[in-house]
């Protein structure tokens, strides 16, 4: 990859992890690792445009027929997608299904922008991470050959440690923290050939445990906040996203905020 590459567009493809959840802005929006980078590119670039198409909740059959036509139409010269998780993360689930949206996506992608980026998206460390584990290593396989196929980058955030430590995600033990969209800003900023402005790699300082009062106290409030409303969607259908639109639905001029990825 071309150090200090030049880029003049950006479109993002994918759900709840690139629309920003749970990067949370003061107005009650989400700004996320995605917007964080297009502030970083539009720095750059006069005239820098971006479009985030993601829209949380979305399977991958979703992502594949609703927002990668629109993107591969915009002819950005990066389009980032990630997807596949909210399939792998559910009780059941056709992982032949999943290849084929995914194959069918970064088909219509990779000939129709100058960059495309690919993930290996991280997990949190604990139960819920051992026991969906073997089907994001299924997914995130087929995301290698993906890119090899089509001449796509990747970005490993699966294989960095410190996006596994449970601080690095928000309460809802689904979305990661400000933080943590932060390093994966940087981390794509760097797997586009941009000079490096920190080591998104380095680990958190070491943290004392917490007792098993406030542990027993954090699982229940899980539970009745996040967890339960979660079982009720999938037992009836319904999603987070239904029914909402794209964040950015077009391919439009984005000014760079100045020091906004430093915030």
């Not at 971006?50 to 036509?69: M, T």
């Not at 996506?105 to 460390?125: D, E, F, H």
Request: hydrophobic share 45%; aromatic share 6%.
């Amino acid at each position: 990859m071309e150090m200090n590459a030049s880029y003049t567009s950006f479109v993002a493809v994918g759900d709840s992890f690139t629309e920003g959840m749970s990067d949370l802005l003061p107005d009650g929006s989400y700004r996320g690792w995605a917007d964080l980078l297009a502030s970083r590119l539009a720095a750059r670039e006069s005239g820098f445009r971006y479009a985030n198409l993601a829209v949380r909740g979305k399977l991958i059959g979703q992502i594949a027929e609703d927002q990668a036509p629109v993107a591969a139409a915009m002819g950005a010269d990066v389009v980032t997608l990630v997807g596949g998780l909210n399939d792998a993360l559910r009780p059941k689930v056709d992982m032949g299904r999943v290849r084929g949206h995914l194959e069918d996506a970064v088909g219509l992608l990779a000939p129709a922008c100058k960059t495309l980026v690919l993930m290996r998206s991280p997990g949190r460390n604990g139960p819920v991470m051992e026991r969906f584990r073997p089907r994001m290593e299924e997914l995130f396989v087929l995301v290698e050959e993906l890119a090899a196929r089509h001449g796509a980058l990747v970005v490993d955030l699966y294989g960095a440690a410190v996006l596994a430590d449970p601080r690095m995600w928000d309460v809802d033990r689904l979305h990661l923290t400000p933080e943590g969209h932060r390093r994966v800003a940087e981390a794509v900023w760097q797997t586009l050939g941009l000079p490096p402005e920190q080591d998104w790699r380095a680990e958190l300082p070491p943290a004392v445990p917490p007792g098993w009062a406030v542990r027993r106290s954090q699982d229940l409030s899980f539970a009745r906040q996040h967890l339960l409303p979660w079982v009720g969607r999938r037992l009836t259908g319904r999603s987070s996203g239904d029914g909402r639109p794209a964040k950015r639905p077009e391919l439009l001029p984005y000014e760079a905020a100045a020091g906004e990825w430093l915030s």
